[in-house]
C-alpha cells in the first residue's frame, strides 16, 4: 500500500488498558496526526479503536498505541479489520 492510501482499521488492544488514561493517550495520538475514528472501552477489560486516514500516518498511530500511556501496559494489538477507503474520512476523533 502506498503511503497516502486512504484505510480504515479496527484494533483491539488489550493488557492494563482501562483505568490509566489510555483512551486519552490514544486520543492524543490521534489528534497530533491527522487520524479521525474513536477509541472504547470493552466490558472484557480491552480497549477498542477505530481509526481512519493516510497508511503512513496509521502505522504512526499503531505505534504510539503499542508505546501506551506512562500508567497502561500493552500486551497486545489485535488487528480487527483493514479495509480501503474512497473518499478522505473527516479528521475527528472520539472518545466513547
Known amino acids: 500500500m502506498a503511503e497516502n492510501e ?3 482499521i479496527r484494533l ?3 493488557g492494563r488498558v482501562q483505568g490509566v488514561g489510555f483512551r486519552r493517550f490514544v486520543w492524543r495520538a490521534a489528534t497530533a496526526l ?3 475514528g474513536w477509541v472504547r472501552n ?3 477489560g480491552s480497549v477498542e479503536i477505530e481509526a481512519c486516514g493516510a497508511v503512513g500516518h496509521i502505522g504512526y498511530f499503531i505505534s ?3 508505546e501506551g500511556s506512562f500508567l497502561s501496559r500493552v ?3 489485535e488487528e480487527l479489520q483493514r479495509e ?3 473518499t478522505k474520512p473527516e479528521a475527528i476523533f472520539d472518545i466513547r
Open 64 to 66: 504510539d498505541v503499542r
Open 12 to 14: 483491539l488492544v488489550r
Open 42 to 44: 470493552n466490558p472484557d
Open 34 to 36: 491527522p487520524i479521525g
Open 6 to 8: 486512504l484505510i480504515r
Open 75 to 77: 500486551d497486545e494489538i
Open 84 to 86: 480501503k477507503l474512497n
